[in-house]
């Protein structure tokens, strides 16, 4: 019974903490696609979204795909890849 209350315990803080650095990654995002800058910051970011295991509770909790969609429509963020793709 000790493992699993561990187990379970150790779950809640290990989800604080994924959840706790997704709005830190949003928080980034947010102040990359207003700045119209940090390409590779944002790439970075996006990289590690993609290696967090994410569930609907996190992106409900943290909204993060309304960021990540507001950083796909920007402008700057299409001319990037226009720029990158070009070459």
């Known amino acids: 019974t000790c493992i699993v209350e561990v187990r379970a315990a150790w779950g809640r803080v ?3 903490l994924t959840v706790e650095e997704v709005f830190i990654i949003r928080q980034k995002l947010e102040k990359i696609t207003k700045s119209g ?3 590779d910051q944002a790439l970075d970011l996006l990289e590690r979204l993609g290696e967090i295991d994410m569930n609907f509770e996190i992106l ?9 969609h507001a950083l796909k429509k920007s ?3 299409r001319n990037y890849f226009e720029i990158k793709n070009s070459h």
Do not use: A, C, D, L
Request: zero cysteines; proline letters at 0%.
């Open 60 to 68: 409900k909790e943290t909204m993060i795909g309304f960021t990540v």
């Open 37 to 39: 800058g940090g390409h």
């Open 75 to 77: 402008i700057w963020w």
């Open 14 to 16: 290990s989800r604080g």
